[in-house]
């Protein structure tokens, strides 16, 4: 048991700037989330769980994570997680289309948020166990098979959003770790050829007629294409300094669905405006932005690929919950980190900060020089 000593040098370590942005992140959604109104008890719920996600940032902060360079133990967590995805199929209950959640009354679990903390620590194992080989396009085969059988788990459920975030930390951990231009192109190749198969032989008629609505928004807007219509009618009516905290009538008189989960950015937008979301876009960069510092010092390629894929994590979320908001991107229903309303997903958000953290008592001083040379080198294996 740590003593009491201890336990205050280790919180010395904590990054308090990228924490102290990660609260204001997570005020803000709160925020939102209560002007909706108090009868359907999102902002309690939220509360509640945001206490239980800091208590699991502080402990985990808390720990030595070196163990988790033992194959054998990750070997474990990731054939857990695969399990337990595999149980979703026969208990899990259907919410938003998808069989993506455990429901235990009051209590619901979506267990793919903690699978993508679970892959980023699969994938920073073992591009920092093979970088000096990295070049050989076997090891981004077997790497993708690890992401890809997760990717089909999830993305059979049907949940699609979730799928992409894991497909794309894949990918921005391969780019990373250092793959070559020239298997980069052959990838997109077969990214290409297997949206085609998603296409033709997974994808249900609801998730291709909200692609077909993305290249044609206005071809249904009472259908389809009502949820993506909204959510820019909402952030186009903040205009400059928004409405106002409680005045965002398309979120508070229920015309924008979800507005606490998948369009949180399209809520907050229209009561703080454009200048509001400047101040949001400039905390996440900040967080991104504190993360790869840390990464640049990690006392190895795993703490460095970890945290890095954590920024990737938290980056692929942000822009694509960004891009579906603003019209860019077809409707998929992903969240914004630390803001939109759930328990999953902010438990597993703090939970790869906490690990972070705890890597972080061991990182070593970077300077400007090595960044270029040493990232990823194979010397520091």
């Not at 360079?69 to 209950?93: A, D, P, Q």
């Not at 952030?235 to 606490?260: D, M, N, T």
């Not at 979301?277 to 400039?282: A, E, N, R």
Request: glycine share 12%; hydrophobic share 55%; charged share 10%.
């Amino acid at each position: 048991m740590k003593s009491f000593g201890t336990i205050i040098r280790v919180y010395k370590n904590i990054d308090w700037i990228l924490f102290a942005s990660v609260m204001a992140l997570v005020s803000f959604g709160l925020i939102t989330i209560n002007s909706f109104g108090e009868a359907n008890g999102f902002f309690e719920k939220q509360l509640l769980s945001l206490g239980i996600s800091l208590v699991a940032f502080f402990v985990a902060a808390l720990f030595d994570f070196r163990f988790l360079k033992n194959s054998k133990v990750l070997m474990i967590l990731y054939g857990g997680v695969c399990f337990i995805l595999g149980l979703l199929f026969i208990f899990g209950t259907v919410a938003g289309g998808a069989k993506s959640w455990f429901n235990f009354g009051a209590l619901a679990f979506q267990p793919v948020d903690i699978a993508k903390v679970v892959i980023l620590l699969v994938l920073a194992k073992y591009f920092a166990k093979r970088h000096v080989q990295i070049a050989d396009f076997s090891h981004i085969v077997v790497s993708g098979i690890y992401a890809g059988i997760i990717f089909l788990l999830v993305l059979i459920q049907p949940d699609f959003g979730s799928a992409m975030i894991i497909f794309l930390i894949w990918l921005g951990m391969v780019l990373i770790a250092g793959l070559n231009w020239k298997h980069l192109l052959g990838l997109f190749g077969i990214g290409v050829l297997s949206l085609l198969l998603l296409w033709v032989f997974l994808f249900a008629d609801y998730q291709k007629q909200r692609v077909m609505t993305f290249f044609d928004p206005t071809a249904d807007l009472q259908g389809t294409g009502y949820n993506a219509n909204q959510a820019r009618i909402a952030l186009g009516s903040g205009q400059l300094i928004g409405k106002g905290v409680g005045y965002g009538s398309q979120s508070r008189l229920q015309f924008l669905p979800e507005s606490e989960t998948d369009f949180i950015l399209s809520a907050f937008g229209e009561e703080w405006g454009f200048v509001g979301l400047l101040i949001l876009f400039f905390l996440y960069g900040v967080v991104i932005c504190r993360l790869i510092s840390i990464a640049m010092k990690g006392e190895s390629n795993f703490e460095m690929l970890f945290t890095g894929g954590v920024a990737i994590y938290f980056f692929a979320h942000f822009f694509i919950h960004v891009g579906i908001n603003v019209g860019i991107l077809p409707v998929t229903g992903t969240t914004l980190p630390f803001m939109s309303y759930g328990g999953s997903h902010l438990l597993a958000e703090f939970t790869a900060l906490g690990i972070v953290m705890g890597m972080r008592r061991h990182e070593r001083i970077a300077h400007k020089s090595d960044i270029t040379h040493e990232f990823l080198g194979a010397e520091r294996v």
